[in-house]
């Protein structure tokens, strides 16, 4: 038997799951956020110390 006090709680529904894509999606953008950039091998990172120091 249901009582007066449950009858005048409106019920909630649980929030929906997100879709996959969007998961995806901000596992994608957490990492390029949080992954430093890769420094150039070579000729490259010397070409760039010396545009550095040249600064």
Do not use: F, I, N, Y
Not at 15 to 27: E, G, N, R, Y
Not at 37 to 46: F, H, K, M, S
Not at 47 to 52: A, D, H, I, T, V
Request: proline letters at 16%; aromatic letters at 0%; glycine letters at 2%.
């Amino acid at each position: 038997m249901p009582t007066p006090e449950r009858d005048s709680q409106p019920r909630t529904q649980p929030a929906p799951a997100p879709s996959m894509k969007d998961l995806l999606a901000s596992c994608a953008a957490a990492t390029a956020v949080s992954t430093p950039p890769v420094e150039p091998a070579g000729e490259a990172a010397e070409e760039l110390e010396s545009r550095r120091d040249a600064a």
